[in-house]
């Protein structure tokens, strides 16, 4: 899990950041650090608008789930990689 969403972020705090973070390098990424990185995303926009909105978690927790369903059926359609 991503520190997001162990902590989410409160307003007028300045988020941690660790020390030493080590990205990968762009031709290492591969589709699951990009789905991660998509549901980070994710995650973000849908606080955003229940900051703005708190009266539609429904329409929220919708938009959640269509969109993690788009991520899954896009991640899907990559070829598996057998472990080495």
């Not at 703005?52 to 070829?79: F, K, W």
């Amino acid at each position: 899990m991503t520190a997001e969403l162990i902590r989410p972020e409160t307003p007028g705090v300045a988020p941690t950041v660790a020390a030493h973070p080590i990205p990968a390098p762009a031709t290492e990424r591969t589709a699951v650090d990009r789905l991660l990185d998509s549901l980070d995303d994710l995650v973000r926009r849908h606080r955003a608008l229940a900051a703005h909105d708190g009266g539609c978690a429904s329409l929220h927790a919708e938009l959640i789930a269509a969109e993690l369903d788009q991520q899954l059926a896009v991640l899907r359609t990559v070829p598996r990689q057998p472990r080495t």
